[in-house]
């Protein structure tokens, strides 16, 4: 058993990487930020500690103590008011983490990326049949979007950190969906617009889907066996929109949409959906900007490194899928009688029977 500090434990990710700590016999040290409250951690027998990703000091102060470190909190958004705040904490927070962890003498650090700074390598880089692993590097030939553009820039300050001598693995989830995404995330903002019926257009593009607590397993996995240096893709189903789509169509009844959005189309209703966010609503629009972008420069990755280092094996699709409509249904994500209809599906209640058996 090893004391293990976890960085936004108290967010969708975060706790379940400290529930699976806490399965595995580890003792945790739960670091919370006041921007999201800690209801996900109730009953858990952990240490609550509150800190502020962007105090150097709050952070040197908050994992003192810790024998290993994850470092899963981020700030997961397409859209801010104000975007120097996703910086503040994607690469400003990395930064004190790492620093921190390599003053005290952390033994391991796993940090959570994405596979947004991910690329197939670049011997043939616009080939989209091409998987994208742990050899890509993030192509910079094309802006990304705030939030893709902060993750690149904190794996370089990890990647740095790891070149001092701090022993680091970095982890890259994929679309992570499932329980516990409260806010909800981008990922899980589709799960909802579709239940709700709101989804009339799609945009075709590259998904891979994967249960959050799948990849807080892989998380646990990196810190337990994953040589330090090494990079793993926490990921499950490659599937196309079209293909996800009629997956939550046969779960939830609710037909699937028809009509392609083009692409440029969509970058435009970004454009102007955000100009009204910034200038009149100041609310978060439903299409942004970079949405579009990472429709556009969507890939499928493969996962083989995770499963043959690691042991990862993760839930198929429609397993992932069905859990994911499970909770958005019932905790209040869509109108009562939509959800009840839904709940009710015979396919629905066969999908999760499926992943329990």
Sequence with gaps: MSRVT??????FIGSHIVWELLQRGHEVTALVGADVDDHLLAGLPVKVRDFDLRDRASVRSALDGAESVIHSAACYAFWKADPREVYRINVDGTRHVMDAARDLGVRKVVYTSSTATLSPIFRIPDDRD???DEEGVFDMRRFRGHYKMSKAMAEIVALRAAARGLPLVITHPTTVIGAGDCRPTPSGSMIQHYINGHMKVYVEMAQNVVDVRDVA??????LEKGPAGERYVLGGDNLSMRELLAILAELTGIPAPRIALPLPLLQVVGQVMEWIADTITHREPAATREAALHARDSRYVSIEKARRELGYAPRPARTVL????????SEGYCKPGAADR????????A???????
Excluded at 322 to 329: G, S, Y
Excluded at 342 to 349: S, V
């Design 351 to 357: 999908a999760l029977h499926d992943a329990s058996a």
């Design 6 to 11: 976890v960085t936004g434990a108290n967010g």
């Design 322 to 329: 069905a859990d994911a409509v499970r909770f958005f249904a």
């Design 130 to 132: 091409v998987p994208g």
């Design 217 to 222: 397993t892989g998380h646990v996995l990196a």
């Design 342 to 349: 839904i709940l009710r599906r015979p396919q629905l209640d």
